[in-house]
C-alpha cells in the first residue's frame, strides 16, 4: 500500500493560507476555512482509480486540532489509512480500513 505524507503547512499553504511573519499560521475558525483545507487535502492526493492500489496517508505538521480534523474527515473514504505522526509521540492510527 502506497503511503503518501501530508504536511499541514502544505495543505494550508494549498489552501491559500501562508505563515505569518512568526511563522505560525493564523487560520480563521470559519467553515470556509475547513472546506478550503479539506478541498486542498484531497487535491494533494494522487488519482486514484478503479483497480488501483489502496492509498494511506500519514498527516504530520504543526496546526489547529479542528484543522485537523477537518482533514481527517475529508479524507475517509478516499484514503485506506490514516495515521497521525508527530516527532513527540508514537505514530496514531486515525482511522484503517480493510487492516
Given at each position: 500500500m502506497e503511503n503518501i505524507a501530508l504536511d499541514f503547512t502544505a495543505i494550508a499553504a494549498a489552501a491559500?493560507?501562508?505563515?505569518g511573519a512568526d511563522g505560525r499560521l493564523n487560520l480563521p475558525?470559519?467553515?470556509?476555512?475547513?472546506?478550503?483545507?479539506?478541498?486542498?487535502?484531497?487535491?494533494?492526493?494522487?488519482?486514484?482509480?478503479?483497480?488501483?492500489?489502496?492509498?494511506?496517508?500519514?498527516?504530520?505538521?504543526?496546526?489547529?486540532?479542528?484543522?485537523?480534523?477537518?482533514?481527517?474527515h475529508a479524507l475517509h473514504g478516499r484514503v485506506a489509512k490514516l495515521t497521525y505522526a508527530a516527532p513527540n509521540c508514537p505514530a496514531i492510527v486515525v482511522f484503517a480500513h480493510g487492516a
Open positions: 491559500g493560507f501562508t505563515p475558525a470559519t467553515q470556509e476555512t475547513a472546506d478550503a483545507l479539506a478541498v486542498a487535502a484531497i487535491a494533494l492526493l494522487p488519482t486514484w482509480q478503479v483497480g488501483d492500489a489502496p492509498i494511506s496517508a500519514t498527516l504530520t505538521g504543526a496546526g489547529p486540532v479542528w484543522g485537523h480534523l477537518c482533514i481527517a
